[in-house]
T-cell receptor
Framework: GENVEQHPSTLSVQEGDSAVIKCTYS??????FPWYKQELGKRPQLIID?????GEKKDQRIAVTLNKTAKHFSLHITETQPEDSAVYFC????????????FGAGTTVTVRA | EAQVTQNPRYLITVTGKKLTVTCSQN?????MSWYRQDPGLGLRQIYY???????DKGDVPEGYKVSRKEKRNFPLILESPSPNQTSLYFC????????????FGQGTRLTVV
């Protein structure tokens, strides 16, 4: 099955700086890659996603890039703010016949004021 | 208000005592799934369902059962809970069979002693 690896496991950034989280996946047939943010004690919430026919997607301060050849995708947060502090999870969904969603282990992001 | 509702939020039980965690969504979503979240392991999919009476195993199905008799409900059943099933459980639903995992429930923290 799909194996998703996520790095780094923790990330501390100064407010206003950028944060980058990287994930790799093993199944070349994977076609959907969402990112989730989970604040302490809360449920995961989808913040951005990308499909395999797109190389980059932006939503305000958040962007995701996908490199299908290398089988990796990244989350970029610019101009970080204290409210960006959370655990971020990447995920990959397999081919159209496999609806299993595999998650990375998560990155704890701390934005220092 | 669109939501996914899980019950109970917290549960302490003893080994071997059957239990059910309920999940209900009010968005008429076809796709529902269950995850468990453990420190350092991220979210792992237990079971998923693409529609009524259609369920399939995720990555960690052992020790769990599910049913999907109605579109809105997707209960998770632990026939004989064991301490290694102590975890935080999330139910999720999505409108798109191959797409966005948009809504998670509030989570159920289960402790098996």
């Amino acid at each position: 099955g799909e194996n998703v690896e996520q790095h780094p496991s923790t990330l501390s950034v100064q407010e206003g700086d950028s944060a980058v989280i990287k994930c790799t996946y093993s199944d070349s047939a994977s076609n959907y890659f969402p990112w989730y943010k989970q604040e302490l004690g809360k449920r995961p919430q989808l913040i951005i996603d990308i499909r395999s026919n797109v190389g980059e997607k932006k939503d305000q301060r958040i962007a995701v890039t996908l490199n299908k050849t290398a089988k990796h995708f990244s989350l970029h947060i610019t101009e970080t703010q204290p409210e960006d502090s959370a655990v971020y999870f990447c995920a990959a969904r397999g081919s159209s016949n496999d609806y299993k969603l595999s998650f990375g282990a998560g990155t704890t992001v701390t934005v220092r004021a | 208000e669109a939501q996914v509702t899980q019950n109970p939020r917290y549960l302490i039980t003893v080994t071997g005592k059957k239990l059910t965690v309920t999940c209900s969504q009010n968005m008429n979503h076809e796709y529902m799934s269950w995850y468990r979240q453990d420190p350092g392991l991220g979210l792992r999919q237990i079971y998923y369902s693409m529609n009524v009476e259609v369920t399939d195993k995720g990555d960690v199905p052992e020790g769990y059962k599910v049913s999907r008799k109605e579109k809105r409900n997707f209960p998770l059943i632990l026939e004989s809970p064991s301490p290694n099933q102590t975890s935080l459980y999330f139910c999720a639903s999505s409108w798109d069979r191959g797409g966005t995992e948009a809504f998670f429930g509030q989570g159920t923290r289960l402790t098996v002693v």
